[in-house]
């Protein structure tokens, strides 16, 4: 048992080092890109092949962690990523900004469904499973909130060059930390002989439901992520008073982390109240109808995203069998970067025509209308049942 817990703490460490190691560049990513003489439309291709990449390599990962064993897909790109990282630093056009971000989206497509594929064969149920991501959540928010802050104050101090050098080799760090002590436990699951087994993953409704979610998610996130570095270049804002704005995100979503209290509340409810209030953050972004300050309002988004991803996560969990946690894992990550492709394209593609805000609403109006459908698809099904 002390074997397993110091295996949850070293995966722990390792998802709390590797966020807070790649978020420390979101303040930073587009000035420096706009300063090697990058345009707004070229910024969201770098940031959609980035995206494509990592869905690329989602897809192929889920099967191959399924089969091979999660640790070495976790060790290997966090090493990969720190010198792509550090090479960030040396590139002198947006050219070669370009193909690292490819290539460090397709290595690290390979580690985030392994990360979580390992840290749900520590739970044993359902309680546990919700316990395990609400702490990564907690840790994850975390991050969030130190590492735009730590990003701003970083450029202002060692320039962007120097900054990606550090955010390289913070990475390499979290990596021999992961090949020291991070330890696999397979889950152990039993076939009945007279039960067939499928060795697919079947994407029933429900399934695609919550994959249709977290596409509308990312795509809310995505926009963001785009929008709000250009808001920060075009109103002459300093890298650390643009830190200062993505943390108030992260500190919304600590606040709703901190209440251990929701997890015990369906998933489903959880899931539909987070894209209710992402939905009505974005709207009130087009067209305000509450006199809500922008850090204010990023506060309410960062509630919204602290509903959300976790609540997904446990849908996720619930729904499929241990066996095959790590192809649906692989499947939900392909999702959140297809998610951040259509945002970034489409908020290059429209941004002088009209609000990306706009378009962020309507996907996220359209993922809430799917889930009270299918919810009230299944509610009928249930009472024609019972009678």
């Known amino acids: 048992m002390d074997e397993r817990r110091r295996g949850m703490a070293a995966i722990f460490t390792v998802l709390f080092l590797m966020s807070l190691s790649l978020h420390i560049q979101f303040p930073i990513f587009t000035p ?13 291709i770098m940031m959609s092949v980035s995206s494509f990449a990592n869905l690329c390599g989602n897809l192929i990962a889920g099967p191959l962690i399924d089969a091979f064993g999660k640790k070495r897909f976790i060790v290997i790109p966090l090493f990969l990523s720190g010198f ?21 989206g397709l290595v690290l497509a390979f580690m985030t469904p392994a990360c979580f594929a390992l840290l749900s ?37 060692v320039d962007f060059k120097g900054a990606y050098f550090i955010i390289g ?6 990596g021999v930390i992961a090949l020291l002590y991070v330890k696999e436990f397979d889950p152990i ?7 067939a087994y499928s060795s697919g993953l079947k994407l029933d409704r429900q399934l695609l439901m919550i994959y249709f979610v977290g596409f509308a998610l990312m795509y809310a996130q995505g926009t963001l992520g785009y929008e709000l570095p250009f808001l920060i270049v075009e109103e002459g804002l300093s890298t650390s008073e643009a830190g200062k704005l993505f943390s108030y995100m992260g500190v919304g979503t600590l606040v709703v982390v901190c209440m251990t209290w929701i997890n015990r509340i369906s998933a489903l409810i959880r899931t539909m109240f987070g894209m209710i209030v992402l939905a009505s953050c974005f709207y009130q972004m087009v067209v305000p109808f509450v006199p809500l300050t922008l850090s204010q309002l990023l506060f309410i988004v960062g509630i919204g995203l602290g509903i959300l991803f976790p609540a997904i996560t446990t849908l996720i969990t619930e729904k499929i069998d241990k066996s095959k946690h790590g192809t649906a894992f692989g499947i939900l990550s392909a999702v959140f970067s297809l998610g951040i492709i259509a945002s970034s394209l489409t908020a290059g593609a429209i941004r002088e025509l009209f609000s990306p805000y706009f378009i962020a609403f309507i996907v996220m109006a359209m993922a809430i209308t799917f889930i009270g459908w299918q919810q009230f698809s299944c509610n009928q099904k249930t009472v024609l049942q019972n009678r």
């Open 169 to 174: 080799g913070s990475i390499l760090l979290t």
């Open 121 to 157: 064969g520590y739970a044993k149920n359902s309680h546990q499973q919700g316990k395990n991501m609400a702490f990564n959540g907690l840790l994850i928010t975390i991050a969030h909130i130190l590492s735009p802050v730590i990003g701003g104050y970083l450029v202002e101090m």
């Open 189 to 195: 699951i039993v076939h009945k002989k007279d039960q």
């Open 32 to 44: 420096y890109a706009v300063a090697l003489g990058a345009t707004s439309f070229f910024v969201s």
């Open 84 to 104: 792509l990282m550090m090479g960030h630093g040396i590139a002198t056009n947006p050219d070669w900004l370009l193909i690292l971000r490819l290539f460090n």
